[in-house]
């Protein structure tokens, strides 16, 4: 098992039991393949009662030596990054080892002489380009916590997240490209600070070359401060369990938390994983289309390559511009061997005319991933077949922001591969059913609540400020356990199929919104009264936002009242969150004691009103029959 890469199903079984029987032992041979400052004192520490997690006690690194410094010898001319441009006109960026090393040490000495130090929280709003990877990493350098947001989150978005954290700092652009639109991101910015006092300082990078408010003592341009600095930065010494990031996700209640991730652990596990799943090898160029704003890029475009020496692509662009070929123009274009993308992209391209993907040769192509939300069986076949032409293994990825990486998955061509399947758990991962009462399935052929019952380095360790709130929205549901919030099968083979949240979360083209927090922006709106969402089965983007929402008058024009509804949306959390559909009604279906029923919204918003169940225990039945007429 060369640099333990598992390369039989045998070796499969081998290392999974191996990871059970002596977790310790297994996880600290792999992190001895790592560049530690200084070796830890103890593997793993852990209970999931408050919960306390710690994996690598006492060890030293840098992660950014990891990613980079260690590879110069063997591999400083091998390309670490290509970025592609939105614009398929304008020429893509290529950096070796070295020059990203270069790089990542500049930006990392312009955070350090405009203050910023380990610790420090460190907001990052910026689009896909090269400096948003390179910020990341530069912060990393330094000991900051890098807090990324996605760029798409709006002003009052990033204001929470920037507040709940205290950064001291925020990195963004003048603005961002996405198809065919400009988006004035800095706007966006000096928007948010109005609400933020911790923030000190805010560099900026021209993307656009647009003209851009600049904050006299607050905000500087990139291009002026790299021009005042070195191009060496020692990395500072971490310990391992010193944290690396916080990343903002949705719960059920209406405050996204701050999942805290750590150095050593996430380090091990983001590499380890990489390597396993995609099969990568050395000459392998690899793509992960996610934006860094999200969890996957995180660990799979950035740390889990660069970790691993790989070649990793980045894309400031979107799939359907300017045709509905362009990411099978890219693959070809780079060569890419590996590509990891999302089920809500297979679908919209599925929409398009077949030969957008049948005029690319798309012969690099090895291996095939999806991640973010159950794939369901046509996208499966169409992905397979069309783009993988059914000789590439493709890997259903199973993970959380939580988790920091893959925990169930098909590793490409060497464990079983179903349809719709994650798959069986990763070596290190324990995964259990449980029942309504947290009493263990141990059969196969069965369905039930997927949590965890023992740590894996990559895990979450608390979320930040709050440390009772990961306890009790991970490990206190079933005790002992961590609860990923999700509904799964497990077939006969033990291969596990992921159904879907069983919390008030929806997944809406894989990106998470608890229903309060949609239903909170929601409530912001001066007409309303009081609302309730719910998700619903959606073609494109796995499931749709539905609001049932009562105002105070409704006007004629219910149009225009809609329209106002989904702009508090935008302005509250983004376009993303954006309700597909808004049904004004006079009451919602509730209890006696006030809780809304929210089986029959879901039941509605499916559009399967024919057997709603018991309504018996309702305070007003009637307001049923109305919900019933007037769905959309
Ligand atoms: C939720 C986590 C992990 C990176 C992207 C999303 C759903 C994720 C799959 C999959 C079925 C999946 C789950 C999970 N999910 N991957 N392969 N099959 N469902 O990260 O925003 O933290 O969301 O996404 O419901 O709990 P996230």
Same mark, same amino acid.
């Given at each position: 098992m060369m640099n333990h890469q598992i390369k039989t199903f045998e070796e499969y079984k081998t290392a999974y039991q191996e990871s059970v029987e002596n977790p310790e032992g297994f996880w600290a041979d792999i992190a001895e393949s790592f560049t530690w400052r200084k070796k830890w004192d103890k593997v793993l520490e852990w209970n999931f009662e408050e919960p306390n997690i710690k994996w690598f006690q006492g060890g030293k690194l840098n992660i950014t030596e990891n990613?980079?410094? +260690? !590879?110069?010898?063997?591999?400083?001319?091998?390309?670490?990054?290509?970025?592609?441009?939105?614009?398929?006109? *304008?020429?893509?960026?290529?950096? #070796?080892?070295?020059?990203?090393? *270069?790089?990542?040490?500049?930006?990392?000495?312009?955070?350090?002489?405009?203050?910023?130090?380990?610790?420090?929280? &460190?907001? &990052?709003?910026?689009?896909?380009?090269?400096?948003?990877?390179?910020?990341?990493?530069? %912060?990393?350098?330094?000991?900051?916590? !890098?807090?990324?947001?996605?760029? $798409?989150?709006?002003?009052?978005?990033?204001?929470?997240?920037?507040?709940?954290? @205290? %950064?001291?700092?925020?990195? #963004?652009?003048?603005?961002?490209? +996405? $198809?065919?639109?400009? &988006?004035?991101?800095?706007?966006?910015v000096d928007e948010a600070l109005a609400t933020c006092d911790s923030v000190q300082k805010v560099i900026v990078v021209e993307r656009l070359g647009w003209a851009v408010n600049m904050v006299e003592g607050r905000d500087v341009w990139y291009h002026d401060e790299v021009q005042q600095v070195g191009k060496d930065c020692p990395a500072e010494e971490m310990d391992a369990e010193d944290m690396l990031f916080i990343l903002y996700t949705s719960g059920s209640t209406g405050k996204p938390k701050g999942v805290v991730h750590t150095c050593g652990g996430y380090m091990v596990y983001a590499q380890y994983t990489f390597r396993n799943v995609f099969q990568y090898e050395e000459s392998d160029i690899y793509w992960c289309t996610a934006d860094i704003g999200w969890v996957t890029g995180h660990t799979y475009l950035l740390y889990g390559p660069l970790l691993s020496g790989a070649t990793t692509v980045m894309f400031e662009g979107v799939p359907n511009y300017p045709d509905m070929g362009r990411f099978w123009q890219i693959v070809d274009k780079f060569g890419v061997s590996i590509f990891y993308t999302a089920p809500t992209a297979i679908r919209s391209l599925m929409g398009g005319d077949i030969d957008d993907v049948l005029s690319y040769s798309l012969d690099s192509l090895k291996v095939l991933g999806s991640v973010g939300e159950p794939i369901n069986e046509e996208a499966w076949h169409w992905y397979h077949i069309h783009v993988g032409k059914e000789r590439c293994p493709l890997v259903d990825t199973w993970w959380q922001t939580e988790t920091g990486g893959i925990m169930i998955s098909t590793l490409a061509g060497i464990t079983p591969m179903k349809p719709s399947h994650a798959g069986l758990p990763l070596p290190g991962v324990q995964p259990i059913l449980v029942d309504n009462e947290g009493n263990e399935i141990k059969e196969n052929g069965v369905e039930g609540y997927l949590c965890?019952?023992?740590?894996?380095?990559?895990?979450?360790?608390? #979320?930040?400020?709050?440390?009772?709130?990961?306890?009790?929205?991970?490990?206190?549901?079933?005790?002992?356990?961590?609860?990923? $919030?999700?509904?799964?099968? +497990?077939?006969?083979?033990?291969l596990y199929r992921i159904i879907g949240r069983v919390d008030d979360v929806i997944n809406v083209s894989g990106h998470r919104?608890? #229903?309060? *927090?949609?239903?909170?922006?929601?409530?912001?709106?001066?007409?309303?009264?009081?609302?309730?969402?719910?998700?619903?089965?959606?073609?494109?983007?796995?499931? $749709?936002?539905?609001?049932?929402?009562? %105002?105070?008058?409704?006007? *004629?024009? @219910?149009?225009?009242?809609?329209?106002?509804i989904i702009e508090t949306v935008v302005e509250k959390i983004g376009k993303i969150a954006r309700p597909d559909k808004i049904q004004i009604v006079s009451g919602l279906p509730k209890t006696r004691s006030g809780k809304i029923m929210r089986r029959i919204l879901r039941k509605v918003a499916e559009g399967d009103t024919s057997n709603l169940g018991d309504t018996s225990t309702l305070l007003d039945p009637a307001v049923v029959d109305e919900i019933k007429e007037g769905a959309l």
């Open positions: 990613c980079l410094d +260690r !590879h110069l010898k063997t591999r400083g001319n091998k390309l670490a990054l290509i970025w592609e441009p939105n614009d398929p006109k *304008e020429r893509f960026v290529r950096y #070796t080892y070295k020059e990203l090393h *270069e790089k990542v040490c500049q930006f990392a000495n312009v955070l350090k002489n405009n203050g910023a130090k380990k610790g420090d929280r &460190i907001c &990052i709003y910026m689009p896909m380009i090269p400096e948003l990877a390179i910020a990341v990493l530069a %912060c990393a350098r330094i000991g900051a916590i !890098h807090s990324v947001v996605f760029a $798409g989150f709006s002003a009052s978005a990033m204001a929470d997240r920037i507040n709940d954290a @205290q %950064c001291s700092m925020v990195l #963004t652009s003048d603005g961002l490209n +996405r $198809g065919a639109k400009q &988006i004035p991101v800095k706007r966006v965890m019952k023992f740590p894996w380095p990559g895990m979450i360790r608390t #979320t930040y400020g709050d440390p009772e709130r990961c306890r009790l929205s991970y490990f206190s549901t079933y005790k002992g356990l961590y609860f990923s $919030g999700d509904g799964a099968k +497990r077939d006969e083979n033990g919104f608890g #229903t309060a *927090e949609i239903e909170e922006a929601i409530n912001h709106n001066e007409h309303v009264i009081e609302s309730a969402v719910v998700g619903y089965p959606h073609d494109v983007k796995g499931q $749709g936002i539905y609001a049932f929402v009562i %105002c105070k008058d409704v006007p *004629e024009n @219910q149009e225009m009242l809609r329209a106002e």
